[in-house]
């Protein structure tokens, strides 16, 4: 039974079958899903790794500052 023989069946709701995935179109689905996968972790992992060289760069800005300031307090006294 189809929907146009049910009696309160809406005549705007039209289902298209679509035929079954081949074997290629399934292999290419999944290398597409594996290939946004690994965008992702690219991704997460420049993010991880800039977000460590500006913590680094920072504590060296920090540290060059604070070691210029002790050798200047030294040399003025």
């Known amino acids: 039974?189809?929907?146009e023989d049910q009696p309160n069946a809406d005549p705007r709701r039209q289902y298209t079958r679509e035929p079954p995935l081949t074997d290629e179109e399934i292999r290419e689905t999944r290398d597409?899903?594996?290939a946004d996968k690994r965008m992702k972790?690219?991704?997460a992992a420049v993010r991880r790794i800039a977000?460590?060289?500006a913590a680094g760069v920072?504590?060296?800005v920090?540290?060059?500052d604070?070691?210029?300031k002790?050798?200047?307090h030294i040399a003025g006294s």
Do not use: E, K
Request: aromatic residues 16%; proline residues 0%; glycine residues 4%.
């Open 41 to 43: 972790w690219l991704f």
């Open 70 to 72: 002790m050798l200047r």
């Open 58 to 60: 920072g504590a060296l």
């Open 51 to 53: 977000v460590w060289v």
């Open 1 to 3: 039974m189809t929907d």
């Open 62 to 64: 920090v540290t060059w």
């Open 32 to 34: 597409m899903l594996l």
């Open 66 to 68: 604070a070691l210029v």
